[in-house]
């Protein structure tokens, strides 16, 4: 279970004046699923009005409903071959979203899930929070705790002029769980549990939802 309490500590470090992102990474793609464009930037070359925009939209992953739009999903222990998604999200966090080529491979997996008419907008965000260590007394202290350097992912339909819409679904990695990161699970997202475009999100990420086999 996702302890809401966290989601919100992140979100705050989400705002322009308190933006935790270092960069900001996307795709867009046709509605075959092929790549038609990409973009890769550090998050503080944007204007004002577009790390707005774009915060707003990468807060729109740990801002949802918890345990219900954002739920948390193990990855098996063996995950970890050398063409797992669990491998290459902890490239894409590691390398700081800055190796264009780990993207491409991302985007190439994302485009055999997503088909819309219209086209598709993937967009990925690599941010770090300085965790303030907590007193006995539950109040934050200057020290910090450790460094949550993680990644946001979304899923956005296409508006005119390449436009991204709200958010379908998404995923933070790793989880941010008892204010620390853990790598063996993954936030994800659905705007509307159950719909197609989560449900596409679930197998890009190559994780299984409650019922189905979970190997160890």
């Known amino acids: 279970m996702i302890n809401r309490e966290d989601m919100l500590e992140l979100t705050r470090r989400m705002t322009v004046k ?3 992102f ?11 699923g092929y790549i038609d464009g990409t973009f890769n930037q550090h998050f503080l070359n944007l204007t004002s009005s577009e790390r707005d925009k774009n915060i707003k939209l990468a807060k729109a992953v740990p801002f949802a409903e918890t345990n219900v739009q954002l739920k948390e999903y193990p990855y098996r222990r063996q995950d970890m071959t050398d063409d797992s998604m ?6 894409l966090n590691q390398s700081e979203l800055k190796n264009d080529a ?3 491979m991302f985007y190439e997996e994302a485009g055999k899930y997503f088909h819309e008419s219209g086209g598709c907008a993937v967009y990925m965000f690599y941010g770090g929070y300085d965790i303030p260590r907590k007193g006995t007394d539950g109040a934050s202290q200057w020290e910090s705790e450790e460094i949550y350097d993680f990644l946001v992912g979304i899923v956005c339909s296409l508006e005119e002029d390449y436009e991204p819409g709200e958010p ?11 204010r620390s990161s853990d790598s063996r699970f993954i936030n994800v997202f659905q705007a509307v549990p159950g719909a197609a ?3 596409g999100l ?15």
């Open 202 to 216: 679930m197998e890009l990420l190559g994780i299984k939802q409650a019922g189905e086999s979970q190997g160890q």
């Open 102 to 104: 780990l993207l491409e």
């Open 197 to 199: 475009a989560g449900q």
């Open 86 to 91: 669990r491998k290459l999200l902890l490239s």
């Open 18 to 20: 308190r933006n935790c």
């Open 22 to 32: 270092a960069r900001i990474a996307g795709a867009y793609l046709d509605e075959e």
């Open 168 to 178: 379908e679904c998404g995923f933070l990695y790793p989880a941010f769980r008892n």
